[in-house]
């Protein structure tokens, strides 16, 4: 006599080979749309913003302490006076938009091709400008994903202006 009994679910092995299946798709798919490198990217510029925020707030007070902070040029750039160490260029006791201004004073970054940081120095805009660049000798200034460092030296009180722009990276 033939049993009429209709199956309630899947077997055990049917369940295992769907899980297995959902698995593989998974592993291959999920990189395609996770981007943490760009993420990692823009926290990074976040972390050189602070850096250099904090550089240039430890070389002013070090510049008041030494009587420097308003030592300045009249026409940035061409020669910015240091720090009595001579060893940091200062504009009004912050770092000066240069290798040996703020560029120095920031550990980690350099001007070289060497770096995990490319470095653009503008004497024209009196800007200094770093992205996420690993090797890359910069011949102009970036327009994406970086971190521009500038004084205002028209300005009274010169404070530095630090902007990041993450698009792009």
């Known amino acids: 006599m033939y049993s009429s009994k209709k199956q309630q ?33 823009k926290a990074t510029l976040q972390g050189v913003k602070g850096a ?13 302490v030494e009587g420097n902070e308003n030592d300045h040029i009249s026409t940035p750039p061409g020669g910015y ?35 995990d940081w490319s470095v653009f120095v503008d004497v024209t805009d009196e800007t200094v400008t770093v992205t996420h660049q690993t090797g890359v000798a910069l011949t102009e200034k970036p327009t994406t994903c970086f971190v521009q460092y500038q004084l205002d030296p028209g300005a009274d009180v010169v404070i530095p202006e630090i902007t990041v722009d993450d698009t792009g990276c």
């Not at 899947?10 to 490198?37: C, D, R, Y």
């Open 9 to 41: 679910g899947f077997t055990l092995i049917e369940l295992v080979v769907v899980i297995v299946i959902l698995g593989i798709l998974a592993a291959t798919a999920a990189p395609k749309f996770i981007n943490l490198s760009a993420d990692a990217k």
């Open 52 to 64: 250099m925020a904090s550089a240039a707030d430890l070389v002013y007070a070090k510049a008041v």
């Open 81 to 115: 006076p240091t720090l009595d160490d001579g060893t940091t260029e200062i504009y009004k006791g912050y770092p000066a938009p240069t290798e040996a201004g703020i560029v120095a004073v920031v550990n980690g970054l350099t001007i070289s091709t060497t770096g």
